[in-house]
């Protein structure tokens, strides 16, 4: 038996069939008649000395050879399809693929991302709205924004972007309604959960307590979406408390309103994250420096406020 690999047409070919278990349909994917395609089989089976199918009369089987070859070689396919896919995103700078959470997506991303459209028509932008964990490899994403704690990942090249903070927020109309904090105990509280992960809470709890008022906050409407609480908010449904990066915009422009000049600082922020090493290729470099540009142009909104660390509020 030869030591040398058999062609790759052949191992493809097998590959193909042993998935389908089905020489014509594994010959429709590969654009190749059946008869090439049993051609390139029995090649590889004269190669190895021995069988790989059960030839049956409308069906085959793997053939115990077969069995032990299958997994090997789509495992081989697979990581051969990963590296090229890997090697055309190197070479690639006029695609970008940015992943972000449903929030950042929606109220940070959407909303301003035509003007990055406009200062880069060579780059074709795309997003993908997924709190899934990324894999830079597998996923083909160029940048992931994501929120949590700082933390150091092995291969990843990080960027913070501003710290987090949250503070109540309002339709102008409804801040003549509620001109204090206590008044607020009349309001409609609207409750965003998509932060209940992080202790201590930053919840209308916390802020009462930071204000050094007290009323019953437990009741309102409640949303595991951070992005549905601002619409609800921005419909007139109620008070909610706003964060940073998802509501600056708004707040700028006068849709909302941050009427108290308090906000709770987070023990968490957004970053901006791409594999170690790609960080100043062109196009990576042009979208960072893009979203430092678009933060700066609310940074006016942070300056009015008096951040308070969430570990200097008392606790309950």
Known sequence: MPDRLPPLTA????????????????ADELFVTPAALSYQIKSLEEHLGAPLFHRLN??????????ALAPGVSDGFQSLSAAWRTVQRLTDDATLMVTAGPGFTAKWLAPRFFEFARAHPEIDLRFSATLHNVD????????????????????LWSYELPEEWVTPVMTP???KQYPTPQSLEHATLIHDESINFLTPRADWSAWTRMMGVSFDTSHGPRFTGADHSIDAALAGAGVALGRRALVVKDISEG????????????????RFL???GVQDRPHIAAFRNWMREEIAKTAHVTEALTLIPIEDIPEQ
Not at 13 to 26: D, L, P, Q, V
């Open 58 to 67: 409308r069906a085959v089987s793997l053939t115990e050879a077969g069995e």
């Open 173 to 175: 109309e409804l801040a």
């Open 255 to 270: 849709r909302l309103v941050a009427p108290f000049a308090e906000a709770i600082v987070l023990q968490a922020r957004f």
């Open 274 to 276: 791409c594999q170690d």
């Open 11 to 26: 191992l493809r070919a097998f590959e193909a069939a042993a998935r389908h278990m089905s020489f014509a349909k594994a």
């Open 136 to 155: 830079f490899g597998r996923d083909e994403v160029d940048v992931a924004i994501r929120f949590g704690r700082d933390q150091t990942t092995p291969g």
